[in-house]
């Protein structure tokens, strides 16, 4: 087991214009790990409901994803309804039931606890303080968070924020934080506040990150057809925490390539609803798709 992931495993109702699915897996810690799993063994802290299937747990451990972190509470699972507008950058949250995510108090079980590569999704930045706690010997801790939590947990928030080494948000939510609307001088003012590391994900335009007084560039894989952007930035995240914890040494070089990898891994599961793509697709694509991406991007050879 190399990378931790913390976070929610859900069930969610969603529609784009191409289309409506109900009772779809999804989830910060699910996403994340089946992209992660393809790199290296992954585990998983979450809680899910008494309804949630049992055959889905079933394939992310053949996967290689290590559930002994998963608790079963007692309720039905957290569900999440949402409908994506016709450009699909926007989105309407229609439901929310927290259900047994009221419940969820991360333990980390003793196996996990010495673990130094860690992810933690998006939720209650109370939760995820209580998460580095746990931590024996953490090597690289990224974040994800919302606005949501920007709005209610602010405080709580900014002393996560100082404590992590690589904070993974998106422009609208890297704008909220800093108070700036350039994206250049918010990167300068998180930074400030404690991350090593910044990444900003600007959802079709690419990625944006950020390091001591360097600043990377990577666009988004263009694609024909977006099915479903639900879990992009998630699948993103498991995988370029994936590269690097496989990678061990993080460098500029590192880095860049890990942020190439999550943006091949996202580029793929809009591709299908839900983790649908996740589940088929092969080492194989990954690698076509990722060496497609290096020629997309090369200009110096040319």
Partial sequence: MSLLIVGTIAMDNIETPAGKVVDEIGGSAAYAALAASFAVPTAVVAIVGNDFPQETLDRLAARGVD???????????????????????????????????????????????DVEHVFLGNIDPELQMSVLKQLRRRKLVACDTMNFWLDSARPALLRLVAEIDLLIVNDEEARQLSGEHNLVRAAHAIRKMGPKLLLIKRGEYGVLGFEQDSIF????????????????????????????????????????????????????VVERFGMRRLWEVSAADIEARYMAFVRLTDFHSA
């Fill in 67 to 113: 559930l002994a972190g998963v608790k079963v509470g007692d309720g039905p699972s957290f569900r999440w309804s949402g409908r994506y507008h016709e450009n699909l950058n926007n989105r309407d949250t229609l439901d929310t039931q927290l259900n047994v995510l009221t419940q969820f108090k991360p333990e980390l079980p003793e196996k996990f606890r």
């Fill in 217 to 268: 560039a990577m666009p988004a894989y263009p694609l024909e057809e977006v099915f479903d952007p639900t879990g992009a930035g998630d699948t993103f995240a498991g995988g370029c925490m994936g590269y690097l914890t496989k990678r061990g040494a993080l460098t500029p070089g590192s880095l860049r390539r890990g942020i190439a990898q999550g943006s091949v891994m996202a580029s793929l």
